[in-house]
């Protein structure tokens, strides 16, 4: 589950999504998991909320904006026989406005995911690397031509069972 929600984040951060940090909260009496999404001010923009796998194991996460309007869905398939997963991203009408395929993982420890457009074109790549000394895993973002354009940093839970997103550009600046 946590490996979604930073491949979620990651898909946002390669869509340019604004923002700054996620939060992922414990899992409510459903079992949803709810990242709520605020902008460098620690204004919140939005939330993006994970359900359990359905009968198929396919698992539906959607994205609302500040005001609860559902701006997206994405829906995570089953491994196929490689070993990828993709996922597929639908607008608020159900329109499908891309994939993101997330590979296995290499011999460093490393997992790619490729993002492509609704027609099957090349957006960008997230590469997930193992976690550091403290516990934390940074994700490295690039465009469709290879050039990093940022990265995704996720810490350790907290004592309340929370994890904290941080997305910086190729600066190290915030993303504002």
């Keep these: 589950m946590k ?8 898909i946002l951060f390669v869509c340019h999504v604004n923002s700054q940090t996620y939060t992922t909260g414990q899992k409510d009496y459903f079992g949803n998991t709810t990242t709520t999404v605020k902008d460098q001010y620690g204004r919140q923009t939005g939330t993006i909320t994970t359900g359990q796998k ?3 194991g396919n698992t539906t996460t959607t994205v609302k904006d500040q005001y609860g309007r559902q701006t997206s ?52 790549t997230a ?10 895993t940074t994700t490295t973002v690039k465009d469709q031509y290879g050039r990093q354009t940022g990265t995704a940093t996720t810490g350790q839970k907290d004592y309340f069972g929370n994890t904290t997103t941080t997305v910086k550009d190729i600066y190290g600046n915030p993303i504002k």
């Design 3 to 10: 490996k979604l929600s930073l491949l979620f984040g990651a």
């Design 54 to 56: 359905d009968y198929f």
């Design 73 to 124: 869905t994405a829906t995570t398939g089953q491994k196929d026989y490689f070993g990828n997963t993709t996922t597929t991203v639908n607008d608020q009408y159900g329109r499908q406005t891309g994939t993101a395929t997330t590979g296995q993982t290499d011999y460093f420890g490393n997992t790619t995911t490729t993002a492509k457009d609704q027609y099957g074109r090349q957006t960008g």
């Design 127 to 136: 590469t997930t690397g193992q976690k550091d000394y403290f516990g934390n």
